[in-house]
């Protein structure tokens, strides 16, 4: 089957798209869901560029959005994610279901017009749109029950955004979950750095308690009193907690002294020329200790950088199916060598 519009070969997996929704829903504190079913679903969208004259000599405000050709919601991310080097196709990957093309061309200029203008808070006559481009977008529709709850989720396979968890709510951590994640957080230099944040807040904070005790006892000509009562809540609920968070550190200086991290990903390559253009390949290898298994879906991002300045439209995801995934950039040098470009991965 060919498509009456461009679509993009297949980035992620449907496993890589459910690692996503897991890692989304684990985030809330759910940590199992029932998947019912999985479909890749090629949805339509008309992507275009927008300008709106603003009021009172302000600059205008211009951009970039799409509009759903099936349902008419308007989305900033679609032309974020397709912002990437991506290979266009009009073949549809097999299996995929192509959704309906609901709402034409012109009706979906004059809609756009409305949308824009209900989301700036301006008239209508003020919005000007053009350059609609037809373009489909693969999904995974994944069905499936979380938080006791049916969800439908919406996982885009070029990027991994997933769409429709919006609805799930947080589930409160047990004490154990919270030191789990605390720990967590201290495998990391920012993590250190919030974390030790809170800890000096809360061994410094104590006066407050003191103080709101102490003015109580002013007030009614106990001075003597007042500081008692501040006395009091230092040695209450306040103390036990920096114990606990003293404790939490001490049991994570202990971690980082004994064990160590049962995995890590190193990645390995080098920019050569490649005809008029220059090539960045090479290969990632996720290396795995103390019998871990490898995450699914793990994901990283290479790019390449001129200077300091990252080169945006290199950006190309390297998706974990085994230990090792190569990976290749080709893009344009502007007015310089190749080797003198750098690169590197997050």
Partial sequence: MVLDASTYNLVLTPESALSMIQKEIAHRGWKKFEV??????????????FDVKAEGGAPPITGKAAINAYNGDIS??????????????????????????????????????????????????????????????????????????????DVDALMGTPLGLEGLHEREKTWGEATSE????????????DLSGKLIGSLTGGGGGGHVGGDHGRSDGHGDGGQGGGAGGIAGTGFQSRWLILIVAIGALAYFAFLQPSSGIKCTGEITQYKNECMLSGICTYSL???????????KQVFVKDGK???????????????????????????????????GYS
Wanted: charged fraction near 25%.
């Fill in 182 to 193: 605390t720990l967590s957080r201290l495998k990391t230099p920012q993590g250190w750095v």
């Fill in 309 to 343: 300045d990252t080169l945006f439209d290199t950006y190309t995801n390297v998706v974990f199916e085994s230990t090792q995934e190569p990976f290749e950039v080709t893009f344009e040098p502007k007015g310089k060598e190749c080797r003198q470009y750098t690169w």
């Fill in 36 to 49: 019912e079913e999985v479909r890749l679903i090629y949805t339509p969208f008309y992507m275009f560029s």
């Fill in 76 to 153: 900033d991310l679609i032309p974020y994610i397709i912002d990437r080097p991506l290979t266009k196709t009009k073949n549809p990957s097999e299996g995929g279901e192509i959704e309906e093309t609901a709402i034409s061309m012109a009706e979906a200029k004059e809609a756009t017009k409305d949308k824009i203008a209900a989301q700036t808070g301006l008239k209508r006559e003020s919005v000007s749109v053009s350059a609609f481009v037809k373009v489909y977008i693969p999904f995974f529709r994944i069905w499936l029950e979380a938080a006791h709850q049916p969800i439908k989720v």
């Fill in 289 to 299: 200790k103390n019998n871990a298994e490898l995450p699914v879906g793990e994901i």
